[in-house]
């Protein structure tokens, strides 16, 4: 709820319905995943998520307000998870399949970490807001105790793949080791559409997602295939948030050092 630039945004309504319900409904209908939860915080201000959770049957935890890995590590070990499958919750056209994509990618190729997308300086070519990211209990565990940095507590991840360099194994995969020795591994689409902003983080991108539920008549089940048709049907669409700057991994809260 205490987003920097858009405060309150997980609960802000998109075509009818909370955007954390939006999220948690399509991330829900991946076939590779077991159970759904949302890692809120214990910060007072997040009440309000965890009462939205409580009264909709949607299963929560409540942890560190900045240290997210921490707050990762708690749910994974409280939910005795295997694979833990990050999905930010600003991301409400997040498709299923490619978490499918990406879970299958960790379990059939025993890699630590699998994503599909990685910050600056690597590239990605899915949309901004399609992100998926997974990794074993073990690594996360080795993760949550070593990792000292600002960036790797508060992004959750990064210390799995910082410094890694990424050699292409084919059109849609790219694999290497990263300094720490963990085994990664990331997915691309054949066609680059990386620069495309479909998550929400700004009062623009709140408007964009609106305009794109109400093209759907507020269904939630479209792919993210058929919102790349609408934006390409009607490109004046993307304008709305064309002018955001997208955060990157180097982009701490502040407050989180005081």
Same mark, same amino acid.
């Given at each position: 709820?205490?987003?920097?630039?858009?405060?309150?945004?997980?609960?802000?309504?998109?075509g009818g319905q909370p955007m954390l319900t939006r999220v948690f409904v399509r991330t829900s209908r991946a076939a590779t995943v077991t159970e759904t939860v949302?890692? $809120?915080?214990? =910060?007072?201000?997040? !009440?309000? +998520?965890?009462?939205?959770?409580?009264?909709?049957?949607?299963?929560?935890t409540r942890g560190s307000l900045y240290d997210v890995l921490d707050r990762y590590y708690q749910a994974a070990k409280e939910t005795k998870?295997?694979?833990?499958?990050?999905?930010?919750?600003d991301c409400p056209?997040?498709?299923?399949?490619?978490?499918?994509?990406?879970?299958? $990618?960790?379990? =059939?190729?025993?890699? !630590?970490? +699998?994503?599909?997308?990685?910050?600056?300086?690597?590239?990605?070519?899915?949309?901004?807001g399609l992100d998926v990211e997974a990794c074993t209990f073990k690594v996360l565990e080795q993760a949550w105790k070593e990792a000292t940095e600002p960036q790797h507590r508060e992004h959750a991840m990064p210390y799995f793949y910082e410094g890694v360099e990424l050699t292409r194994q084919s059109r849609t995969?790219?694999?290497?080791?990263?300094?720490?020795?963990?085994?990664?591994?990331?997915l691309h689409h054949t066609?680059?559409?990386?620069?495309?902003?479909?998550?929400?983080?700004?009062?623009?991108?709140?408007?964009?997602?609106r305009q794109v539920y109400a093209r759907f008549d507020g269904r939630d089940d479209f792919?993210?295939?058929e919102v790349l048709d609408l934006v390409h049907d009607e490109p004046e669409l993307m304008?709305?948030?064309?002018?955001?700057?997208?955060?990157?991994?180097?982009?701490?809260?502040?407050?989180?050092?005081k």
């Open positions: 709820m205490s987003s920097s630039r858009l405060p309150g945004k997980i609960l802000a309504d998109i949302f890692a $809120t915080t214990t =910060d007072p201000g997040d !009440d309000p +998520v965890a009462e939205y959770c409580d009264f909709s049957g949607i299963p929560f998870a295997d694979i833990i499958v990050r999905i930010t919750a056209v997040m498709d299923p399949a490619l978490i499918d994509d990406v879970v299958h $990618t960790i379990l =059939d190729g025993e890699y !630590d970490f +699998v994503c599909n997308r990685l910050p600056p300086p690597w590239h990605r070519t899915y949309p901004i995969l790219e694999t290497g080791t990263s300094p720490r020795g963990f085994n990664i591994a990331q066609t680059d559409f990386g620069d495309y902003r479909w998550t929400v983080d700004t009062p623009e991108d709140l408007e964009f997602m792919t993210w295939k304008k709305i948030n064309a002018g955001v700057q997208h955060k990157t991994l180097k982009d701490i809260d502040k407050r989180a050092l």
